[in-house]
C-alpha cells in the first residue's frame, strides 16, 4: 500500500517523473517507481542476474568474475554466503541496454542535470533464510560545507518482490538532517520505525534513493531471496568539484553511457521507445566519445589524490 503523501509513480503511462515528483523525491529523499521494468525486458534482467547468482553461490576462485563477488556471514547458518557482486553492466549487454533505459535517465536528467554521470553498479543479495537485520545507515555523506543542492542517488531496480515483512524501510526527509542528527538516530537501541515508513515493491518497481537519506530493514525470517541493482548517478559538476573519482573516469563513464544508449535502441524490447539524448555540455562536453574498450572500470584505480580537485566557478 502506498503512503498516504507518496505519489503514484507509473512508468508505463508516463515518459519521466514530473516537476511534482521530483519535488516529492528531493524532499524526501526518495520515490518510489512503478513498472519500470516489464515483459520480455524483466524477465532477461531476472534471468541474467540469476546466472550470476549461481555462479557467485559456486565461489570458483577460477572464474573471472571471481574478483568481484563479495561474500558475508549467515546470520542463522554461520556459513559464508554470497552477498553481492559489482560491475554488473560489463557481464550483461542486457545490464548494458538497462543503463541506457530512457524514462530512468530522463529522470536523473531532471534531478541532477545534462551532465549527469553513472558511477556505481552493482547486485546485492538476501539470500533465502537470512533475516539479518540492516541497520539504519546513510549510504554516503557529502563534504560540510559543500553547497550544491542537486542529489546524489541510487537506482534501485527489485528484481523480486518485497512485501511488508522483508522490505526497505526509509526516514522520509532524512536526507536533508545534519551528520550529527544522522548518527545520533542511527545510534538508537534496536530497529526503531516510529518515524519510518515501510516501501513494499514489486519485480520490475524501482525506487530513487538519495546516498543521504536514512534507510535500513529490521530482523525477518524465512525471507526469500532478493536481489536488486543499484545504479548509482550523481552529478558531473560535483564528481569534478569533488570527487571521488578523477577525470578520466567521468569521461570514461561517459562513453559507456553513450554505448549503452545506443546498444538499447537495437533491443526488441525498446522498439516502441523514443530513445534517450545524452547531451552533456560546458567543461564536460564530449566532442569526440570513443568506443569503450572494457565496461569494467574498478574504483580503486581512478580514486582522486585530495590536491587534484578542480575549481569550477
Not at 542486457?94 to 556505481?120: C, D, Y
Request: negative net charge; glycine residues 6%; aromatic residues 10%.
Amino acid at each position: 500500500m502506498e503512503s498516504a503523501t507518496m505519489p503514484l509513480v507509473d512508468a508505463s503511462v508516463q515518459d519521466a517523473i514530473t516537476d511534482e515528483q521530483a519535488q516529492y523525491f528531493l524532499d524526501n529523499g526518495f520515490l518510489v517507481i512503478r513498472n519500470v521494468l516489464r515483459g520480455e525486458e524483466l524477465k532477461l534482467v531476472q534471468d541474467e542476474m540469476m546466472k550470476l547468482v549461481e555462479r557467485g553461490t559456486a565461489a570458483d576462485p577460477n572464474d573471472p568474475y571471481y574478483p568481484d563477488f563479495m561474500y558475508k556471514r549467515h546470520s542463522r547458518t554461520g556459513q559464508n554466503v554470497f552477498a553481492r557482486v559489482e560491475y554488473v553492466i560489463d557481464k550483461s549487454d542486457v545490464m548494458k541496454a538497462l543503463l541506457g533505459h530512457p524514462f530512468i535517465l530522463r529522470s536523473v536528467e531532471k534531478l541532477q542535470g545534462r551532465n549527469f554521470i553513472p558511477t556505481w553498479d552493482s547486485m546485492v543479495l538476501k539470500v533465502p533464510n537470512d533475516g539479518a537485520i540492516v541497520p539504519w545507515h546513510r549510504d554516503d555523506q557529502t563534504p560540510e560545507g559543500f553547497e550544491d543542492p542537486r542529489p546524489i542517488f541510487n537506482v534501485d531496480f527489485y528484481l523480486d518482490e518485497a512485501d511488508l515483512q522483508t522490505c526497505l524501510w526509509v526516514i522520509p526527509g532524512s536526507n536533508h538532517w545534519t551528520r550529527e542528527e544522522a548518527e545520533a538516530r542511527c545510534q538508537r537501541e534496536g530497529f526503531d520505525t516510529s518515524d519510518a515508513i515501510p516501501v513494499p515493491m514489486q519485480p520490475g518497481d524501482v525506487i530513487f534513493h538519495n546516498i543521504m537519506v536514512l534507510h535500513g530493514s529490521p530482523e525477518g525470517q524465512g525471507n526469500p531471496l532478493r536481489r536488486t541493482v543499484y545504479y548509482e548517478f550523481r552529478p558531473g559538476e560535483i564528481e569534478a568539484a569533488i570527487g571521488p573519482h578523477t577525470l578520466q573516469y567521468l569521461t570514461l563513464k561517459q562513453e559507456v553511457l553513450l554505448d549503452c544508449i545506443e546498444r538499447r535502441k537495437r533491443m526488441p524490447y525498446a522498439a516502441h521507445e523514443t530513445p534517450f539524448e545524452y547531451r552533456p555540455h560546458g567543461m564536460l562536453a564530449l566532442h569526440k566519445p570513443r568506443k569503450p574498450e572494457t565496461y569494467r572500470f574498478p574504483h580503486a584505480d581512478y580514486w582522486r589524490k585530495s590536491q587534484d580537485s578542480v575549481v569550477w566557478f
